[in-house]
């Protein structure tokens, strides 16, 4: 019940909303104050065989605002039968033809590729606002050019790693090809070139942030079970270690600090777990730290090891 104004009442009276008809109706004096109403709302049934049992369901999925068409489609299945006349076998051929130009429908491409972008993001936990970004940078890239005969795993990959970047959310070409249904990293970082080119020619460049070894430290950290103290020095070591002129890709030189934060710590991760939590090879990891190593006394905080601590680290 809601208070509105009545015009026969001459007050706000509550009134009451039949959803069978989409009256609105005074509670006081019985007046149908609108008629007809949408309700635009989500629609739910219940399927339930027991009337005690309920177990709402939702009748259709959301509108998606980068589909022009609902995509309510039927799907004829042709089944094979015995003694069909000529004119059986005419209406078997239209149908077979009404059902390849149905399937033929670039509205379902784009659904069949939103849905493996949405399975990509579930599967590395992303939030809604990166797979939107994702669909919505598939969505240009198809408007642009068809994608036809391209390699749509890839494609699909590709769009998610560029909107993790301009979500500032980034995440590794390693992580993206974890679920990427078969797509190779090389595949993936030509389909990643192919949509910047493909949209920066038709005027529609993105604005995709480079990566920084501090976007993917605190969730190397975080899978190695790091305390809180730990992943602050090793944020602190990684902001100054940037500044430095450390001619290392983010990803090594996060894995590096995360193993010189390891050895100060009374809990020490190994350099083989680190290796394949941050998909960096171990030697890798080696080298970038010998490189660190001149610079640790600047890098490291204060406050989480001393001068003695920090000399007395072994090498790798």
């Keep these: 019940m809601a208070d509105t104004y ?3 009442c001459k007050r706000g009276t509550e009134v009451v909303f039949d959803h069978s008809s989409g009256d609105t109706i005074c509670s006081e004096c019985g007046l149908i104050l609108e008629s007809h109403s949408i309700d635009e709302t989500s629609e739910w049934r219940t399927f339930a065989n027991e009337a005690s049992d309920k177990d709402p369901n939702r009748v259709g999925g959301p509108s ?3 589909l022009q068409e609902t995509l309510l489609s039927t799907v004829i299945v042709k089944t094979a039968g015995t003694g069909a006349g000529k004119g059986d076998e005419l209406f078997s051929s239209n149908i077979a033809r009404w059902q390849k130009s149905n399937a033929n429908n670039p509205e379902r491409s784009l659904q069949t590729a939103f849905s493996v972008i949405g399975t990509m993001c579930d599967r590395l936990g992303l939030v809604t606002t990166i797979k939107d970004q994702a669909c919505e940078i598939y969505k240009k890239v198809e408007d642009q050019k068809p994608l036809r005969g391209r390699n ?3 494609i699909c990959a590709a769009c998610l790693y ?3 970047r301009i979500e500032n959310k980034a995440r590794t070409i390693a992580e993206i090809y974890s679920v990427a249904n078969g797509a190779t990293k090389k595949e993936i970082g030509r389909a990643s070139d192919f949509i910047k080119k493909q949209l920066d020619g038709e005027g529609q460049a993105m604005e995709v942030g480079t990566v920084q070894a501090g976007d993917l430290l605190r969730r190397f950290c975080s899978n190695l079970g790091m305390s809180n103290q730990e992943i602050k020095a090793a944020h602190e070591a990684v902001q100054k270690a940037e500044e430095l002129d450390i001619r290392r890709i983010p990803k090594t030189v996060a894995a590096a600090v ?3 934060i390891s050895q100060l ?3 020490k991760r190994s350099l083989k777990d680190i290796s394949s939590t941050t998909d960096v090879a171990e030697g890798t990891i080696k080298n970038s730290y010998k490189d660190l190593q001149p610079f640790l ?6 406050w989480y090891a001393n001068e003695d601590d920090i000399r007395r680290l072994a090498r790798p």
Excluded: E, G, V, Y
Aim: proline share 17%; aromatic share 4%.
């Design 6 to 8: 009545c015009p026969d």
């Design 297 to 302: 006394p600047r890098i490291i905080p204060s």
């Design 258 to 260: 995360i193993f010189i």
């Design 64 to 66: 998606n605002p980068l």
């Design 152 to 154: 749509q795993d890839a």
């Design 265 to 267: 710590s009374s809990n």
């Design 162 to 164: 560029l909107a993790c």
